[in-house]
């Protein structure tokens, strides 16, 4: 599947991008949700607060620092402290969405984790799904149950009891596919109760897909996004599109994929 390739979009460009996206889909609200990206530097850029969804721009997207200083023209998300709880608990992840899409809401109000098993797609692209007790919006309180509920069963997806849900990544479009495959079985589920019994697959239904999409994968490589130097320079070392857009911050990606800041 040929798909956004985030590898070689500047931190804020991704955001942006994402954002819209979530937003214009309806799967979240104008003030509610927010996006982080960790970068190699250890810097986290982030959705700001208080700026409508329908309206952000990239120049609108905040830095925090690794040493605190925030970069940018707005204050960050309120809910920057919960995205950095989750970043120090599992430092493999390095993009994490956070939004209140009304399928995964009126499952996190009922006190429900839906069960993925609906399609085989769904359940290996969404994981293993944790639940996180309530917590104040915006509090150190909500950070540490949130951290706490990834951590200990390394889940990349957890629901907040009556708020939203927040996913983890190893970039931000596998983030993105977790969430929209999550909130797709949310809606289908409630849709399939109203019509007749929700009737799941069998783990071993679901492994033998696995297994066909790992033969699949090896023999023609599907699935893995290979990012192509658009600018090399002579090192083999690529210019993202941050170029192209205009961002003011100069970003070079080395050849081990991390970005560096020039
Ligand atoms: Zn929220």
Redesign the pocket.
Known sequence: MKQLDVKLMHPKEQINVIIGRIYRSGMTTTS??NISIKDGNGDIWIKPSAVDKGSLTVKDIVCVKKDGTIVGQHKPSS?FPFHNAIFEALPELTAII?A?PPGLVAFSIARVVPDTSIVPQARKICGEIGFAPYGC?GSEDLGKKIAAEFKNKKYKAVIMEN??VVLGGSDLMDAYQRFETLEFCCRTIVNAGRIGKVNTLTDEQISKYIHHFQKHLTIYGCGISIGRARNPNRNGEYYPSCLRSGIDDFYLRNRFGSLERQ
């Open positions: 509610g949700g809910e956070h209140h919006p708020h939203g």
